[in-house]
């Protein structure tokens, strides 16, 4: 079982670079996450989409955009990296109904020199 | 604004030494809350449901329980491979289709 799947692992972009993180789930899930990790900040949310063709803003949505591609994929895309966007991120889905868990990719390690 | 507090942020345990892990939240008409195990380098992963005060749920050597107000992770006799960072959250009462987690409680149990 695959269950949530990000691409790439790690990435080092210069600021000002753009790049999009890539993220699919194969348990057919409705609902999709981007969070980030931060040291002393815990879990934030930025994007999230609860069905297919629909997205909403999360926590911390600023500098950042998404796509829901399809019921699979879920993507994140940087426009222009700042270092503050130097981060884990954290792509998720989950099922629909009352207390359906979230269940998690590996992680993308991003740095912004 | 909902909240999710875990305390403490950091524990140091002796292998076999007992102990729990605290989750408080102020979300109102709860809807579920999650704990979740995360090691270094990995997504979190996830423990246990629990869903209304009184419920308890049980995996290996962990125990969740649920009050009105809190949750706690009760380790009994831990061993070093349950050295982690352990994770609370709820569904936030914008949407249940957003969970608001806690920062975490970092393990460390030393053989």
């Not at chain 1, 981060?87 to 912004?112: D, K």
């Amino acid at each position: 079982n695959a269950g949530v799947t990000q691409t790439p692992k790690f990435q080092v972009l210069k600021t000002g670079q753009s790049m999009t993180l890539q993220c699919a789930q194969d348990m057919n899930h409705n609902s999709m996450y981007w969070y980030r990790q931060d040291p002393g900040m815990g879990l934030r949310l930025i994007y999230y989409s609860a069905s297919e063709g629909t997205t909403d803003k999360g926590e911390v949505p600023n500098g950042y955009n998404v796509s829901r591609l399809n019921k699979r994929e879920f993507s994140l895309r940087l426009e222009s990296a700042a270092p503050s966007q130097t981060s884990v991120y954290f792509c998720a889905s989950r099922g629909t109904g009352f207390g359906n868990t979230i269940y998690f990719g590996e992680g993308s390690w991003l740095t912004v020199v | 604004e909902d909240q999710v507090t875990q305390s403490p942020e950091a524990l140091r345990l002796q292998e076999g030494e007992s102990s729990s892990l605290n989750c408080s939240y102020t979300v109102s008409g709860l809807r579920g809350l999650f704990w979740y195990r995360q090691d270094p380098g990995k997504g979190p992963e996830f423990l246990f449901t629990l869903y209304s005060a009184g419920e308890e749920k049980e995996k290996e050597r962990l125990k969740a329980t649920l009050t009105k107000k809190e949750s706690f992770l009760h380790i009994t006799a831990p061993k070093p491979e349950d050295s982690a960072t352990y994770l609370c959250a709820v569904p936030s009462q914008g949407g249940s289709e957003k969970l608001v987690f806690g920062k975490g409680t970092k393990l460390t149990v030393n053989p």
